[in-house]
């Protein structure tokens, strides 16, 4: 399970180190891609795999279903922590996620997800105010 926020650099090369904290349960090989609300997610090979496997059960002849697989799976590479607990963040993905070099990593349960600090503190702020709202919307799921 991974929990937690923790800040790191991009170096000039496009690596940065995965928080140590992460680093056990990640494995010295995963799957990083494109997410959402413009973030990368990183996930074991374990969590990808369920992940790939909801996919594929979705109905190729729906629009929303091919573009989020798209999105998703095209981007998807897989990476392997250095001796250094670094992994390579390839270009096409740090343009998609970072417009500055420091990298949050927020760990959701079964992924992790990098975020540009920038766009995460903007995303927190937002959140935060509507954290009532999200917490009663969510009530019919038992949260």
Known sequence: MFI??????????GRVAVPSTFRNTLGNSAVLTRGLDGALFLYTREDWNIFIEKISQLPISNEQ???????????????????????MIPAYLREFAFSGKTVVFAGLN????????????????????TANELAAALTPFGI
Request: hydrophobic share 35%; aromatic share 10%; no cysteine.
């Open 110 to 129: 079964n992924r992790i997800e990098l975020w540009d600090e920038t766009k995460w503190r903007e995303y927190q702020t937002k959140t935060a105010q």
């Open 65 to 87: 279903s091919r573009a989020f697989a798209r999105h998703v799976l095209s981007g998807a590479i897989e990476v392997e922590t250095d001796a250094q607990g670094r992994i």
């Open 4 to 13: 937690g926020e923790f800040t790191h650099t991009l170096d000039a090369k």
